[in-house]
């Protein structure tokens, strides 16, 4: 089975306390993708609590957005309107409970053939994501679809896709 992870598709990042016009512009690519896409669709939301100022991220980067129950923490509702499971909520750049769920996926019934991923923050969130995923099942192919990703600056972007070749996750532009 093939897999598409959408990383954190929300109006905070889009449009929103941190959105940028990189990643207004990747939207209509990722809705594209997400229809075209034959296989497996999961979707992330970053998730803070009210408290997030307090938190160690809040410290290094105070700029409240993605709390949880707020129109920024929502998905895009076109994105959202495509994705049929509850997306998975993580409080931190990378998700163990996605490495879970697609492990699980592994192991049990249908083999995961690929895992595929999209979003934002290609530098933080999505590079995150794509380094666990490879740590859950370092023998699956994971892929980032560059022309479906934004990081918070192009050059950030460029950079975290870089690092990702030399980490054995294949880079494509579709």
């Given amino acids: ?3 598409l992870v959408v990383v954190d598709m929300q109006k905070d990042f889009i449009d929103g306390a941190l959105g940028t016009k990189e990643a207004q512009q990747i939207v209509p690519g990722v809705i594209e993708k997400i229809r075209t896409f034959d296989g497996r669709i999961l979707a992330t939301r970053d998730t803070h609590e009210a ?11 105070p ?5 949880r129950g707020t129109e920024g923490w929502q998905l895009h509702p076109q994105i959202a309107a495509l994705i049929k499971e509850e997306p998975i909520d993580k409080p931190s750049f990378g998700s163990t409970r996605l490495g879970q769920v697609l492990r699980a996926c592994d192991i049990s019934g249908e083999p995961v053939e690929s895992v595929t991923l999209v979003g934002l923050c290609t ?3 999505v590079i995150s994501n794509a380094l666990l995923i490879k740590a859950y099942l370092p023998d699956v192919p994971v892929i980032v679809d560059a022309s479906c990703c934004a990081g918070v600056t192009p050059e950030t972007h460029k950079q975290a896709l870089e690092a990702m ?3 054995q996750i294949e880079i494509v532009n579709e």
């Fill in 123 to 125: 530098d933080i969130c």
């Fill in 165 to 167: 070749k030399v980490c």
């Fill in 1 to 3: 089975m093939k897999i």
């Fill in 51 to 61: 408290d997030y100022l307090d938190s160690e991220e809040g410290k290094h980067l």
């Fill in 63 to 67: 700029v409240v957005h993605c709390v």
